[in-house]
């Protein structure tokens, strides 16, 4: 039997796995590791669009504040004079 690699700890193990119901029940394939190639995609993906969403709200605050900064300006040139601005 240890020609084939059958070994007293692994006939041990299959009895433990009859005992408990369990032989026989894990499928084959890759281990799981919790490192999904798919999920860490997602999970970068998350990441760059708040990174953008962020970006575009300051963006959009600076246009706005470029705006006012326009509207006093053209006010100041309009009325001929430094007068207070009116926010």
Avoid at 8 to 16: A, D, E, K, T
Avoid at 38 to 47: D, N, S, T, W
């Amino acid at each position: 039997m240890r020609r084939e690699g059958v070994y007293q700890s692994l006939v041990w193990r299959w009895g433990q796995q009859i005992d408990a119901g369990t032989l026989g029940t894990k499928r084959p394939g890759p281990k799981a590791t919790g490192k999904d190639k798919a999920k860490i995609r997602v999970r970068e993906l998350e990441a760059q669009l708040e990174r953008a969403k962020d970006r575009n709200r300051t963006r959009e605050e600076l246009v706005m504040t470029q705006g006012t900064c326009l509207a006093l300006h053209v006010d100041v040139s309009v009325h001929g004079g430094a007068t207070s601005p009116k926010i």
